[in-house]
């Protein structure tokens, strides 16, 4: 390599390590933020984290950024770099183009805006009041509305947006996918809802103290492997997960008395997330790859780790005796009866409450309502309607108050318009890698009962979580299944599962 492409790579690092320090410090600020940071000085936080987010935004803007990325995007410089400095020009380069179109000024308005809006959110929820809510979610779309504008909208302008969180992903790919997955789930549905062997739910409906049901979760993410040197597990209004780097992986859950399961399989989901996040190559630290590749391919983790292990059978023939002797003469049923009801399919208008097969139908709903948010030019103030009116389309229920509907969500506060989408990637991901990993450990299900999940892990590890966003989506889903992402997998998965349960 010439002296001239070397330094010239060496200074693009440095600047890109400079940036990715602001982002891990905010990404601290924001944690704090939602588990525990008194409500008195959020405003003040807010500007606080208004002013770093804009320096780091003007950092990968700048004319330096700008210069570095023209000398390495040069043919015969680009050819001359190694894979992962390959990948981070190409993933800087993609974001200071979409970057640079936005005046920093009106960046830095709508981090404070975003900001805010979470934690009015959070009130607004609690209080049951979309009106206090309303006049922040608005300028968050019309500030979406800008930025669709100043980068160029694509085939439509909601595909705009799906590709920051899923690369290449389009209208017309989803409503393939979102409209096989929807055409074999409302019957199945329907004839759940008929069957005469429902599930005993007796087991759930009492009361399970907090503190257990905390040592439990400790208990859990302990046995997936989640490293509490690299972690901590907190409390907050809507579980989630932050990787400030490999060696910094926080999670969140949500303890209620009378959902007992609700708080245990929402520490499990972002266990799943964290197990990523902590088995990414150290070699990444430093870049923009040192992340999951896509919200697709990072919620298929979360969804492998609390359905297809967590709400398994084989799962259960191992755990269950550990959860009875956490809660002494409380679960006094037989497994089977434990985990036909964690498995109960019952349309229900929480979404994070809701069964592994009605999930999807809450996932497109959303995916349908931001369509019309940016396609068709849907206003905010009638998105209580619209969101009933599908609610009763879809599932057959009516939200009666504005906190099990419209505001059950914290992802539009943050203006995360396209991310719901890859949570049903997420289970079609999932659903694929576990056929895979099924063909090539066929020990699988007796390694789950067994308690044993090395194996499975390590080839998660090997597959999937090191190479971060080494690898796009697609590249991963075709190296590691030997083809395209396909619905009928997960379309095969649920059939399988439910018919089971229900003896259809």
């Known amino acids: 390599m010439s002296q001239n492409v070397e330094q010239t790579t060496e200074n693009f690092r440095k600047l890109v390590q400079k940036i990715k320090s602001y982002e891990e410090a905010l990404a601290v600020m924001y944690w704090d ?149 929807r055409a074999k789930s409302v019957p199945l549905v329907a004839a759940i809802a008929e069957s005469a062997h429902q599930p005993d739910m007796a087991c759930l409906q009492q ?35 932050t990787g400030l780097n490999p060696g910094d992986v926080r999670i969140t859950t949500r303890y209620a008395v009378d959902d007992m399961a609700n708080a245990l399989f929402s520490t499990i989901h972002e266990g799943g997330h964290a197990l990523y996040e902590q088995n990414i190559s150290k070699d990444l630290i430093g870049t923009p790859l040192c992340t999951g590749t896509s919200m697709g391919i990072h919620e298929s983790q979360s969804r492998f780790w609390e359905n297809m292990i967590g709400r398994s059978r084989a799962f259960w023939n191992r755990y269950y005796g550990d959860l009875q002797a956490h809660f002494p ?69 009516v939200p009666k108050t504005y906190a099990e509907g419209v505001l059950q969500d914290v992802h539009w506060s943050g203006g995360g318009f396209g991310y719901f989408p890859s949570y049903s990637l997420g289970n079609m991901y999932a659903a694929q890698f576990m056929h895979t990993i099924k063909r090539e450990i066929p020990e699988f299900d007796r390694l789950i009962e067994q308690g044993n999940f090395q194996p499975v892990k390590a080839w998660l590890i090997d597959n999937i979580y090191r190479h971060g966003k080494l690898l796009t989506p697609a ?3 075709q190296n590691v299944t030997g083809e395209p992402l396909t619905p009928s997998y997960l379309i095969d998965y649920l059939e399988t599962k439910f018919k089971d349960i229900y003896r259809l």
């Open 33 to 181: 933020l939602r588990t525990g940071a008194p409500r008195k000085g959020m405003e003040a936080r807010s500007e606080v984290i208004g002013v770093l987010s804009t320096e780091m935004f003007k950092l990968s803007t700048s004319d330096e950024m700008g210069a570095y990325l023209d000398a390495l995007t040069e043919p015969e410089a680009n050819e001359r770099l190694d894979e992962i400095n390959r990948r981070t020009v190409a993933e800087c380069k993609k974001e200071y183009d979409r970057s640079k179109k936005i005046p920093a000024e009106t960046y830095q308005v709508y981090v404070v805006l975003t900001s805010q809006a979470e934690t009015i959110w959070e009130e607004a929820k609690h209080k049951d009041d979309f009106a206090m809510f309303q006049p922040y979610l608005e300028k968050i779309v019309a500030y979406n509305q800008q930025f669709i504008d100043l980068w160029g909208a694509k085939e439509t302008r909601y595909d705009t947006l799906l590709d920051m969180y899923e690369p290449d992903l389009t209208v017309r790919k989803l409503d393939q996918v979102f409209g096989e997955l």
């Open 207 to 241: 009361s399970f103290d907090k503190e257990k049901q905390r040592a439990f979760s400790l208990f859990m993410l302990e046995r997936m492997g989640y490293d509490f040197e690299a972690g901590r597990l907190d409390e907050s209004v809507h579980p989630f997960a």
């Open 475 to 477: 590249e991963i889903v």
């Open 329 to 397: 003469g409380q679960l006094n049923v037989p497994a089977e009866t434990f985990y036909r009801a964690i498995n109960r399919v019952q349309p229900s208008f929480i979404r994070t409450e809701s069964d592994e097969l009605t999930y999807n139908l809450h996932i497109i709903i959303r995916y349908e309502i931001e369509k019309m948010l940016f396609n068709e030019g849907l206003n905010v103030a009638d998105l209580p309607e619209i969101w009933n009116e599908k609610y009763k389309q879809y599932l057959g229920i």
